[in-house]
């Protein structure tokens, strides 16, 4: 009896959502949102590091804090911007940022599942921040802190090579069959209308 209940619970299928692209009007205006209040949340241990250190949050380049502040204040904004990407896109909105909230996207897996972990830090921390590596604050953050920790330059050749990444990426998503971007195909995902 036992056998049976068990061979009719696992015949049972779970209702998968089917989703529609999202256009490339609302990703790109879900862009530039998160660009602003991701570099806002990026900034904002920043400022308050160089409040704290010379009286005001207009010294923001961290190149030229006193040694070791300008590491310090850059991993916390590191962190910040993990706090913003991922946390938040994962526990607040599910797989949406601000910026998608907004406009009525969001990001899924390929195959139309609600994104996981695991795809959402590919997508979001080694597609777009490390990989793409050029519009978003945390990008320019993490080359000055590399620079600072190791003392060579990171932040203009990475500068360049992510604006070459930019191109192809914005590109895939233009033209491409599946209009995903190098950091969808990082992270096994596709941004999807609600």
Sequence with gaps: MAHKIEKKVKSVKVKKEVYTDASMTRRLLAYFIDWYVGGLAVSFPISMIAQKLYGTMLRQDIMHFDKPYGLYAGLAGLIFAFLYFVIVSMFVWKGQTFGKRICKIKIVNKDDTCVSWKSMILRQV?????????????????????????????????KYLGMALVLVSSLLVLFGKEHRAIHDFIGNTKVVNM
Excluded: M, R
């Excluded at 590596?133 to 990475?158: K, M, Y």
């Design 126 to 158: 080694v597609g777009i921040i490390f990989v793409e590596n050029a519009l978003v604050t945390a990008s320019a953050i993490w080359h000055q802190v590399a620079t600072i920790a190791f003392g060579v330059d990171f932040v203009t050749p990475f």
